[in-house]
């Protein structure tokens, strides 16, 4: 059954809070609350937002306040199963798409497990080895330290934490040996290392500080902030952001709140495409319905967030 793809939210505010409004009362949204046995409720989109939240949490979190490997994947009807699929590719978290301009005055990778750190560096290189045109280069990640499934890969020996891998991805797929620069928090809670490759712009590789230190790691939005506060933002800049296809929502809103709204940047967010050849040689992660569900609720949560900023 073919779904008529759902845009993201982008652009100005009034266009953003028409984009999420768009989103989440989307045929396959409601068709995937419908399979679940939600009662769509009325009301506009802070409180509707709130509503998602509430049932998402009850239905398709499986998490249980760990880590997303640490999900459990449920057993669902094959009817389910195929709706959840089908609304996760209108939703745009199946197919990766190419970047829809050439040009960006920054592209940024965002971390994430240790095969996704090397696979979206090594898609970002791509695109830039073949047309794709940026000022800069931001790869961001944090000092997660690697669980043992990801220290068991054997492209990351000797890497500890996620950083290490985004370093290791970087000089892999620009084909840099040392850093040009390096920078250090005094605490040990940041670093920057920035590399000049040939005929590709200048990438740096962030380890971000968490916002939150003693409770949690830096997240997708800390890790943002802190390379906007050393990237001289300016009004007009556009951002290409590299990650999996699954993320692509809630990490576009994410950035739309935490980069493109403050600093009066458009923003355009990518997933790697898995049907190109590297030379990584890892498996492709296993991509189920219960996945997409986790996902779909972490894109509701981002766009509650978002529509928070605005002061909706």
Same mark, same amino acid.
């Not at 046995?37 to 249980?64: C, E, H, I, K």
């Not at 199946?94 to 960006?104: E, I, L, T």
């Not at 996704?116 to 560096?121: D, E, F, G, H, V």
């Not at 916002?211 to 939005?221: L, Q």
């Given at each position: 059954?073919?779904v008529?793809?759902v845009?993201?939210?982008s652009?100005?505010?009034a266009?953003?809070?028409?984009?999420v409004a768009r989103?989440?009362t989307?045929?396959p949204?409601?068709?995937?609350v419908?399979?679940?046995?939600?009662?769509?409720?009325?009301?506009?989109?802070?409180s509707l937002l709130?509503?998602?939240d509430?049932?998402?949490a009850t239905n398709?979190?499986f998490?249980n306040?760990?880590?997303?490997?640490?999900?459990?994947?449920?057993?669902?009807?094959p009817d389910?199963a195929?709706l959840v699929l089908?609304?996760?590719?209108?939703l745009g978290?199946v197919?990766?798409?190419p970047?829809?301009?050439?040009?960006?005055k920054?592209?940024l990778v965002?971390g994430?497990?240790?095969?996704a750190?090397?696979?979206?560096?090594?898609?970002a290189?791509?695109?830039?080895?073949?047309g794709t045109?940026?000022?800069?280069?931001?790869?961001l990640g944090?000092?997660?330290? =690697?669980s043992p499934a990801?220290r068991?890969?054997?492209l990351?020996?000797g890497c500890?934490?996620?950083v290490d891998?985004?370093?290791?991805?970087?000089?892999?797929?620009?084909?840099?040996a040392?850093?040009?620069?390096t920078?250090d928090a005094?605490d040990?809670?940041?670093?920057?290392?920035?590399y000049a490759p040939t005929?590709?712009?200048?990438v740096?590789?962030l380890?971000?500080?968490?916002?939150?230190?003693?409770?949690?790691?830096?997240h997708?939005?800390?890790t943002?902030?802190f390379?906007?506060?050393?990237?001289a933002?300016?009004q007009?800049?556009?951002? =290409?952001?590299?990650?999996a296809?699954?993320?692509?929502?809630?990490?576009?809103c994410?950035?739309?709140?935490t980069l493109?709204l403050?600093y009066g940047c458009?923003?355009?967010?990518?997933?790697?495409?898995?049907r190109?050849?590297?030379d990584?040689?890892?498996?492709?992660?296993? =991509?189920?319905?219960g996945?997409?569900?986790?996902?779909?609720?972490?894109?509701?949560?981002?766009?509650?967030?978002?529509?928070g900023?605005?002061?909706g």
């Amino acid at each position: 059954m073919h779904v008529q793809p759902v845009p993201l939210p982008s652009g100005e505010p009034a266009a953003v809070l028409d984009g999420v409004a768009r989103w989440i009362t989307s045929a396959p949204l409601r068709d995937l609350v419908a399979a679940f046995g939600g009662q769509w409720p009325g009301g506009d989109s802070p409180s509707l937002l709130g509503w998602l939240d509430a049932f998402s949490a009850t239905n398709w979190d499986f998490r249980n306040g760990g880590e997303r490997p640490d999900a459990v994947e449920p057993d669902f009807e094959p009817d389910v199963a195929a709706l959840v699929l089908t609304s996760a590719e209108a939703l745009g978290m199946v197919s990766a798409k190419p970047p829809p301009r050439r040009d960006y005055k920054h592209v940024l990778v965002l971390g994430g497990l240790a095969h996704a750190c090397l696979r979206r560096t090594a898609y970002a290189a791509h695109l830039l080895h073949r047309g794709t045109f940026a000022d800069g280069v931001g790869v961001l990640g944090s000092y997660r330290p =690697l669980s043992p499934a990801e220290r068991a890969l054997p492209l990351v020996n000797g890497c500890h934490s996620e950083v290490d891998v985004l370093d290791l991805a970087v000089r892999r797929a620009f084909g840099v040996a040392d850093p040009v620069e390096t920078d250090d928090a005094p605490d040990g809670s940041w670093s920057v290392r920035t590399y000049a490759p040939t005929g590709a712009p200048r990438v740096a590789v962030l380890a971000a500080p968490s916002s939150k230190p003693g409770v949690r790691r830096a997240h997708t939005a800390d890790t943002q902030r802190f390379w906007a506060r050393r990237a001289a933002l300016a009004q007009g800049d556009r951002l =290409l952001v590299v990650t999996a296809p699954i993320y692509v929502p809630f990490q576009h809103c994410d950035a739309v709140r935490t980069l493109g709204l403050p600093y009066g940047c458009a923003i355009d967010t990518i997933g790697v495409d898995p049907r190109l050849a590297d030379d990584l040689a890892l498996p492709e992660p296993t =991509l189920t319905p219960g996945r997409y569900l986790q996902e779909i609720r972490s894109a509701i949560r981002s766009m509650r967030l978002l529509v928070g900023a605005l002061g909706g």
